[in-house]
């Protein structure tokens, strides 16, 4: 009796002992910042530096063009376009603004619009990626009103102005690069 009484405490004791290991391992996440509080985490696949959030893709891209001043993070409450975490959309955005665009040529826009600067969004996979900027480009070729330059690098989409010359672009293109 008393080997049976020994064996059902050590099975009673194994999974409390697998949970509290798991427990402490989830325990040693790295910090994030307040400011990437709302965005979903997003584990890294690749040993680079590839970013996590819309906000860790704008400061290293930001960190090239000077001239990108951050605007705004969409949420799912502001998001405009109702995309946010949606299947197969973005899973953080965040919106700026370039000191290139004259704010002549922005009168009226919407404090996040595209082409006061930009927007960089981050996507679960390249192909979600791409396909968003596939579609941006389909709504540019019947309304030219709405063209923007699109940079897509791995999950990350940058949206730039058309306000901005393409030598002015072509800096994010140059910065988004690394950023897939």
Not at 55 to 61: D, G, L
Not at 89 to 110: C, I, L, N, P, R
Not at 135 to 145: E, H, L, M, N
Not at 146 to 161: F, N, P, Q
Request: glycine share 6%.
């Amino acid at each position: 009796m008393h080997r049976t009484t020994s064996s059902a405490a050590a099975s009673a004791v194994a999974p409390v002992v697998a949970l509290l290991t798991l427990l402490t391992a989830c325990g040693n996440a790295p910090a994030r910042s307040p400011a990437d509080a709302h965005e979903p985490a997003r584990a890294s696949t690749r040993a680079d530096a590839r970013p996590t959030t819309a906000s860790t893709a704008f400061r290293a891209m930001s960190a090239q063009v000077r001239t990108a001043t951050l605007t705004g993070t969409v949420t799912a409450e502001n998001d405009p376009n109702h995309l946010l975490g949606r299947p197969g959309e973005y899973t953080s955005k965040v919106t700026f603004s370039d000191s290139w665009v004259q704010a002549s040529q922005v009168t009226g826009a919407d404090p996040g619009a595209v082409e006061r600067g930009g927007a960089v969004e981050l996507f679960a996979d390249a192909a979600d990626a791409r396909a968003r900027a596939e579609y941006i480009r389909g709504i540019a070729k019947s309304s030219p009103a709405l063209a923007e330059y699109d940079y897509v690098h791995g999950s990350v989409l940058v949206r730039v102005s058309r306000y901005l010359t393409p030598k002015q672009a072509a800096q994010y293109e140059a910065a988004a690069a690394g950023l897939g």
